[in-house]
Each structure stands twice: as C-alpha cells, then as structure tokens.
C-alpha cells in the first residue's frame, strides 16, 4: 500500500468516526429516557476509546445550565468546568481530562475521562466541537417542531387532524362550512378514523367554543348507568342518590354534547334523547319537570344506522333528527399518502423527533390496508419506537402483522420466512377446506374476519 493509499484510508477512517459521532451526539441530546441516554452514552465512550485511550469515562448532558449542574454530586468538578473549560488535571492516582459542549453559548454538557493522555486534550475538544454543532442541530429541530406544533394548534385547534390528501382536504373544508351553525351533525367511519377529533373541530370553529365541550361513549357505560349519566338524577330518585345531580346533557349547557358510538344506545333512551333534539329539554330520573337547554349535539359511529333502523334497533325518528348533516371520515387505506406525515407525527410524539422511515419500511406501511386506521397506525409507530434501534424505523421494527403486506424483498431473512410460513400455512388449510375462509380460519384456530 502506497503512502498516499494509506493517507487516504486514513482520512476516510476519520470522516466516518467523525460523522458516527455526530450521530450518537444527536441521539444523547435527543433521548427522552434516563435509559436510553446512558444506551447511547456507553456506545458513544465505546468509539471514543478507539482514537482516545482512557480508563474510563462518562458524559453528561443536560437541556439547560441548571439540568446540567444537577449531576455533578463533585462540585470541585463543576466549578472547574465552569471557571477553566478544556482542562486537564494530573494526581498521583489519575489523570483525568474535562471538557464543556456547548450550544448556541449555552453550556450543555461535558465529557470527562480518567485515565487519559495529556495530549489528547485537542483531540477532545475537537469532539466537543462536533458534539456543539451536534446538539445545536437537535435543539433547532426541536424548536421547529415546537413551532409547527404551535402553527398546527392555530390552524387545527387541540388535537387536528393531519394530512393533505384529497379526502382530509374535503373533510376538513365541510368542517370549517359547518362549524360556526349549530347544525346537529352525524360523524360516520371506521374506528379509528378521527370522529372525535372531527367534533372537536367543530365545536372550536363554533361561536359555543368558550362553552363545555362534554363528551360521552354510549358503548362504555352500562345502559342501567347511561340514563343517569345522561340525564342526571334528582335527590332520592333511587337507592345511593343522596343528592341531586346534573347529567351529562345538562353540563354541556351553552356548549357541545358529543355522543360517541350513539349506535349502541338502547331503544328506551332513544326515545329519552329523541324528545331532547325535539323540545330542547332534558328530564333528570325522579324529577317532575323537565329542565330547558340549549345545547348543539353531535353525534357518532361506526354502524351504519340506516341498516340498524331496518331491522328495528334504532329509531327511524332519531336517526333522520341525528342525521340532519352526515360527515364521513375517511379510512385510512383511503388516504395512503398522509400516511409518512402521520408516521413521523406519531413518532416525535412518542419520544424519537429525529426518526424518519425507511424506505421499505414507508413501503411496508403504504401497502397495508389498516383495518384500524390511524389509531393502528399510532400504534405500529409506538411499537417501532420501544423495539427498534438507533437509526430510521426498518421494516423489521414494525408490528408483525404488517410484515405479511410487505412487498417481496423489503423484509430480512427471519422477516421473510415468518412471512413464507404463514401464507404458506394459509394457502394450505384454505385448499383443505375447499376455498371456504371459514373453514380455513377454523382449522387455523383464527377468527375469520381476521383471515379474510
């Protein structure tokens, strides 16, 4: 090998530890657990020994000054940083090397080693600057992200829905034509879909906004408690009902009454809510006038309501009062190029701002078909987030059921031979049972909706 070969590997060497280090700095300043830092923290020590020998070492990082200060028990240590900087120290038993990071002027950090050379020090400094342009980086992505957080809040309101396909686009100009009237309004859509972002919307755009937003899943209370919940009680009206209480109606006075899943409400408090929409009145259990409201009620669900009047389990009268205006939220197989916005949305909020997709695995994503929308979507993300490494989101962090809609050569090996076995194991016992997918789901102990 030529001197001018080996100059060259040389620098080539440097580079690529250089732009590691630049990397695991971005990872250490951008690490929301106490564990995940001191993850990083160890792999970053680890390359640093490889050009800078020492004993043993830590580096310490903290948001601002005072976070910083905190973990120095050793104030000898801390003032020395803060009065001298780069600073070397040589005792009988150790020699030991200091060094600040700092970011836009702020002191944020500091790497300190034992056990090290004296001439090392520049190479060290060299690394604290690195570590500065690292995490200067990190606090400007942050602070963007803040930003576009703030701009989103303005522009959507708590909770808005993101996207910018055609069908977010229509949904989102129904809302902002329908939000300032008090129209009662009927959300429908797979679960998972956003109806009650969509009412939030709406109440936020609506002159009620600085009123009680009061929403209730008619599917999560019991119907023996929902009257109550709904319509309150006066005093003594049953055993326990030691005082007299406002329902759930009657709160949302001058605002927004949401009735979640208003499909599964039972046919007697049909009748009850029908008279509410009619007369504008609500009747606590026991009492023997009824109360004047003035509310806007929104309703939602994920049945289709004009099947469930045709065979008796919903009132046709309250169906056409609900359904004055009808919005549909799209499923997200409907809506495949907001699903990278979402992705990288779901995974600042879960701790990682600086992650971004893979390729494959942004393929993975876009060739599933999400039965549970983007409530499932938060969750493959969250997954990714607890079980994959360092770098962008593979296709091998996400959950495995969306391994099966990866397209052929995007997964690894043991992705791809799960994958293999189980369509393998599926094509079998669907010919066993002679094309029928109940049958096939039977003999494979699955739920049929699930193989379907």
Request: a negative charge; one cysteine or more; glycine letters at 8%.
């Amino acid at each position: 090998m030529t001197p001018a070969q080996t100059t060259s590997d040389s620098s080539s060497t440097l580079l690529l530890n250089a732009s590691v280090l630049v990397f695991l700095f971005r990872a250490l300043a951008g690490g929301r657990t106490a564990e995940r830092r001191q993850d990083v923290a160890t792999q970053l020590l680890g390359l640093l020994s490889d050009f800078v020998p020492f004993s043993s070492g830590s580096v310490v990082f903290g948001r601002s000054e005072e976070e910083l200060e905190v973990q120095f028990t050793d104030r000898e240590l801390w003032n020395r940083l803060k009065t001298e900087g780069a600073s070397y120290r040589e005792h009988e038993e150790n020699q030991q090397a200091i060094v600040p990071i700092y970011a836009a002027g702020i002191l944020t950090g500091a790497l300190i080693l034992d056990g090290v050379k004296p001439e090392s020090v520049p190479m060290l400094s060299a690394v604290a600057s690195l570590a500065s342009v690292a995490v200067e980086s990190v606090r400007e992505v942050q602070r963007l992200r803040a930003d576009y957080a703030a701009l989103e809040r303005s522009v959507f309101g708590n909770g808005g829905i993101l996207g910018h396909s055609p069908a977010i686009l229509k949904l989102l100009d129904q809302i902002a034509n329908l939000a300032p009237r008090d129209t009662t309004v009927l959300i429908q859509g797979e679960s998972g879909t956003g109806k009650e972002l969509v009412a939030c919307l709406l109440h936020q755009g609506s002159p009620r906004a600085d009123a009680p937003f009061v929403a209730i899943n008619c599917a999560a209370i019991s119907q023996t408690l929902l009257e109550s919940e709904l319509f309150g009680y006066e005093k003594g009206a049953f055993t326990g009902a030691a005082i007299s209480k406002k329902g759930k109606i009657e709160t949302a006075e001058n605002g927004t009454l949401f009735l979640d899943e208003i499909g599964e409400l039972a046919l007697p408090l049909q009748a009850k809510l029908l008279r509410v929409l009619q007369e504008r009145e609500v009747e606590r259990v026991g009492a023997t006038r009824p109360t004047k409201i003035n509310i806007r009620v929104i309703a939602a669900t994920n049945r289709d309501l004009a099947e469930r009047v045709k065979d008796g389990t919903f009132r046709a009268d309250l169906f056409h009062r609900l359904n004055v205006v009808a919005l549909r939220t799209p499923p997200l197989r409907a809506r495949k190029e907001d699903i990278p916005l979402l992705a990288e949305h779901f995974l600042a909020h879960f701790g990682e701002p600086l992650k971004t997709l893979s390729p494959e695995a942004r393929r993975c994503l876009e060739a599933y078909d999400w039965p549970g929308n983007v409530r499932e979507l938060s969750n493959a993300m969250e997954h990714a987030v607890a079980l994959g490494g360092l770098g962008a989101v593979a296709a091998a962090d996400l959950p495995e059921s969306i391994w099966d809609a990866a397209p052929v050569g995007d997964l690894g090996a043991f992705q791809s031979s799960v994958s293999d076995a189980k369509r393998d194991s599926i094509v079998k016992a669907y010919q066993q049972a002679g094309g029928d997918y109940k049958g096939a789901a039977k003999l494979l102990g699955l739920n049929p909706t699930y193989l379907l």
